[in-house]
């Protein structure tokens, strides 16, 4: 699942994911931030956020890979009239596995949304809402959007999420409570370097194996928490910068993820003019650099905070795309790399999902929802061009 600012796009693959068909845009012309998949329960249906000069940001959804979509009136995500607040975008979706009415959806300006009829009907985090901290929270360059949704996979009364600006957040009651997790973590544009809130959090991903690990990029910064956000360590060991918007755990694996860096905040470029994926195995103590297949020079790319993902197969799946309408994979966890399509939008977020039978331990564990990456549907469900109705 591939969102653009000029529509939503669908590539299906088939087990090997070396050859890849495509469908789309669907919500043609429209900005589309956050895409999801939500397998549970039998279903096959696929979301996306739109943004449009008539509807405004809205929610479509469709049960058949996009050749046929609900009309944008259908789901209505919007602030309580009493909060002073109107929605902008819609950055995140996130579909529990062990939940399977259940849907979050992170939007700019920084709040937590939550259906709890699969998608029908949706209301604000009140505890989230009406924090505190709210009136001092100030929007970075993309915005003031919360982007990171990670509920604990073992505690359903506790969850993190991460916003631009603000920083991560930690409730532990169900989201009555919100506290400020970001010990150690920099905030290099304000003059306390370490304040309790405020820092520009790009991306956090929870370690597969120990839901306490979590790994952090910041503007500026790479970090690692063992206990849950309570605290946070630098891991910026052997990459050519510790700025970046994308961040992805390994599914299976313990002590893996994936960064792609970029050169600074004054010039958001690959370093070097090199397309690189940077990979740790071992928590962050250092970091290697997977090239195969990328080009290495004059590739001035930038990777944007939803644009790389994994998918649940064995050996993992790697994906990303580039604001320049390059989209890449992996089929061997990095070792290689293929140029899957060029000449798209610029991309902004990219999802994966397995559809129809899982094929992996991992992937039965999860419940199918907002997994990654074969999907069991020929080109004919995807027509190219075909417009959302």
């Known amino acids: ?39 549970r329960q039998g279903r096959h249906r696929l979301w996306w956020s739109q943004q449009s000069f008539r509807w405004g940001t809205t929610l479509v959804s469709s049960d058949n890979f996009g050749k046929t979509a609900t009309e944008p009136e259908a789901y209505t995500v919007k602030f309580p009239a009493e909060s002073g607040l109107t929605l902008k975008n819609i950055w995140q979706l996130h579909m529990p596995a062990g939940e399977p009415d259940i849907i979050y959806c992170g939007v700019e300006p920084s709040a937590l949304f939550v259906s709890r009829d699969a998608g029908k009907s949706w209301e604000a985090v ?174 001035l790319e930038t990777v944007l905070r939803d644009s790389l993902a994994t998918d649940y197969a064995d050996p993992a799946g790697i994906y990303f795309g580039t604001r320049s309408g390059k989209l890449y994979g992996s089929h061997d966890e990095g070792k290689s790399w293929q140029l899957i399509q060029e000449g798209l939008p610029a991309i902004v977020s990219v999802k994966a999902a397995v559809v129809g039978g899982a094929s992996t331990a991992s992937s039965r564990r999860r419940g199918g929802a907002d997994k990654t990456t074969r999907a069991k549907t020929g080109s004919s469900r995807m027509k190219r061009h075909a417009k959302a109705k």
């Open 126 to 299: 009140k505890g989230f809402l009406e924090h505190p901290h709210r009136p001092k929270w100030t929007p970075g360059g993309g915005g003031m959007c919360l982007h990171t949704i990670l509920p604990h996979p073992t505690d359903r009364k506790r969850m993190i999420i991460a916003m631009s600006t603000g920083g991560a957040y930690r409730t532990t009651d169900g989201g009555a409570t919100w506290q400020a997790r970001n010990q150690g973590v920099r905030a290099q544009f304000l003059p306390d370097k370490y304040p309790e809130f405020g820092q520009c959090v790009h991306k956090i991903v929870r370690d597969p194996t120990n839901p306490e690990r979590l790994y952090l990029q910041n503007h500026w910064g790479l970090y690692r928490s063992d206990d849950d956000g309570d605290s946070w360590k630098d891991i910026a060991h052997g990459v050519p910068s510790d700025f970046g918007f994308c961040m992805v755990a390994h599914p299976h694996k313990a002590d893996t993820a994936y960064i792609v860096p970029i050169e600074s905040d004054e010039y958001r470029c690959t370093p070097e003019g090199k397309l690189r994926v940077y990979r740790t195995t071992n928590g962050g103590k250092s970091w290697e650099a997977l090239t195969r297949g990328l080009p290495q020079k004059n590739a």
């Open 1 to 39: 699942m591939v969102g653009t600012m000029k529509g939503a796009f669908v590539f299906a693959s088939d087990r090997g994911r070396k050859k890849w068909k495509a469908g789309g845009p669907y919500s043609i012309g429209s900005p589309v931030y956050a895409m999801g998949f939500d397998g």
